[in-house]
Nanobody, 126 residues
Framework: QVHLVESGGGLVQAGGSLRVSCAASGRAFSDYNVGWFRQAPGKGRESVAAINWNGSDSYYADSVKGRFNISRDNAKNTVYLQMDSLKPEDTGVYYC???????????????????WGQGTQVTVSS
């Protein structure tokens, strides 16, 4: 089992930046692929970014390419999402999720992730 806790959300004006973090505990963190997902009120959960077990490959939704960057520090059991040039449409609850490294395909798909955090709220004002 892996327990995930998100932090770093908050209120920011359009054009600003935030960095959210996902801290993991339990089994070896390097055994897992990790994704970031978000959900706005009244909308379904959508993919944001993902990173493989050792950080050699990363993936981004078209809506955030060039603005967001995902990274991980396995020594600290933490995955980060740096968000720059934020827009009001980026508002939502941001979740991190993990799945075992053998499940290495389609990392941007919501389905297939077994472990989820509670989420952290990100609000971008215009």
């Amino acid at each position: 089992q892996v327990h995930l806790v998100e932090s770093g959300g908050g209120l920011v004006q359009a054009g600003g930046s935030l960095r959210v973090s996902c801290a993991a505990s339990g089994r070896a963190f390097s055994d897992y692929n990790v994704g970031w997902f978000r959900q706005a009120p009244g909308k379904g959960r959508e993919s944001v970014a993902a990173i493989n077990w050792n950080g050699s490959d990363s993936y981004y939704a078209d809506s955030v390419k060039g603005r967001f960057n995902i990274s991980r520090d396995n020594a600290k059991n933490t995955v980060y999402l740096q968000m720059d040039s934020l827009k009001p449409e980026d508002t939502g609850v941001y979740y991190c999720a993990a799945k075992y490294y053998r499940d290495r395909y389609f990392l941007l798909r919501v389905s297939g992730y077994e472990y989820w955090g509670q989420g952290t709220q990100v609000t971008v004002s215009s």
